[in-house]
């Protein structure tokens, strides 16, 4: 079962884990070194744990912690060509063990099947993922400047998603501390999503098994976490869903740690209605009224004994019997 925490996520930093029963891998690392350390082991992990670090994009906020956890720990390192070009300038003393990825393809790491798709940002070659296992689908989306249908299309049926959602719009319009060139690159084709397009995106991809909207990134002056859980949920319910959860991560503290979906024995379980004890009688009785009756037993019927005569001749016997002997004399 596939399972994710977010370990910090803001403008500041970004850095989430997922785990299954064989695999732990970080996606991304843009919290200090020292802060991935202390948050892995709030949430019962080490970075000796960690099987492998999934990399978005190259920019510091998802970042900012790789040179050091490369020098001294030997995690492998998940991104596709462009985005190892564009950073290796920054490993001076440590030699990390790339593994590239090649965008819009899909590999098999353990027991995950990790498939990573181009979104517009402004990034060398920025990537979301579809991480799936047995039985869970989960769908990351990072910065991303607007919603494409190949986003729609490889998120289709996730159980969670872990998605962006940087900005209220009347709240950056508001904003006195960003200039309007800014505004525009945070609010423009590539760079950040905002409330009202991460709940268009919610409400096409709503379904009955989505378990988890977690969201992400979030400004810190440019947001609020009320309002942008409000628009999500809402969107949800606009959808006919209402079993969803929907999540902010904090900057400052972990999640705990979420199922991406939900267990079969707790769906079978949640369709199980137990009659309380004041209707418990009434329901015995109906079921034994509507029970079909039990087939009557059958009686057995004794055949009629054989008769046997005794004649000096047992062939005889037995011929006759078998009405054989009245026959052949018939015949001579």
């Given at each position: 079962m596939l399972s994710l925490t977010v370990l910090g996520s803001g403008s500041s930093g970004n850095c989430a884990v997922i785990r299954t029963e064989r695999t732990c891998l970080l996606v991304d690392a843009g919290?200090?070194?020292?802060?991935?350390?202390?948050?892995?082991?709030?949430?019962?992990?080490?970075?000796?744990?960690?099987?492998?670090?999934?990399?978005?994009?190259?920019?510091?906020?998802?970042?900012?912690?790789?040179?050091?956890?490369?020098?001294?720990?030997?995690?492998?390192?998940?991104?596709?060509?462009?985005?190892?070009?564009?950073?290796?300038?920054?490993?001076?003393?440590?030699?990390?063990?790339?593994?590239?990825?090649?965008t819009g393809a899909a590999f098999q790491f353990q027991d995950l099947r990790i498939e990573c798709f181009p979104v517009p940002h402004d990034a060398v070659d920025p990537v979301g993922f579809l991480i799936q296992d047995e039985d869970s689908r989960l769908g990351v989306l990072s910065d991303v400047g607007f919603i494409t249908n190949l986003i729609r299309d490889r998120l289709k049926g996730v159980h969670t998603l872990f998605m962006e959602a940087n900005y209220d719009g009347p709240l950056l319009e508001a904003d006195t501390k960003r200039p309007w060139a800014t505004k525009q690159r945070i609010s423009g084709r590539h760079g950040h999503l905002s409330n009202e397009q991460a709940a268009e995106l919610v409400q096409h991809l709503a379904h009955e098994h989505l378990q988890h909207v977690i969201l992400g990134h979030l400004s810190e002056d440019c947001n609020c976490p009320n309002v942008a859980k409000q628009k999500i949920t809402a969107a949800l319910h606009s959808a006919g869903v209402t079993s969803a959860q929907v999540h902010c991560a904090n900057r400052h503290e972990p999640l705990p740690w979420l199922e991406v979906a939900r267990r079969a024995n707790a769906a079978l379980a949640a369709t199980v209605v137990v009659p309380s004890p004041e209707v418990a009688p009434a329901v015995e009785a109906l079921e034994q009224a509507l029970s079909p009756a039990p087939a009557p037993t059958p009686v057995p019927i004794p055949s009629p004994p054989v008769q046997v005569r005794e004649e000096e001749d047992s062939g005889y016997q037995v011929m006759e019997q078998l009405g054989l002997w009245s026959s052949m004399r018939a015949a001579g």
């Open positions: 919290l200090s070194a020292r802060r991935i350390t202390q948050r892995l082991e709030q949430v019962g992990l080490s970075v000796g744990q960690l099987d492998g670090i999934l990399l978005t994009h190259e920019h510091g906020d998802h970042t900012a912690g790789l040179e050091v956890l490369c020098r001294k720990h030997e995690v492998p390192l998940f991104c596709t060509p462009l985005t190892q070009e564009t950073l290796m300038s920054g490993f001076e003393k440590a030699k990390p063990r790339w593994r590239l990825m090649q």
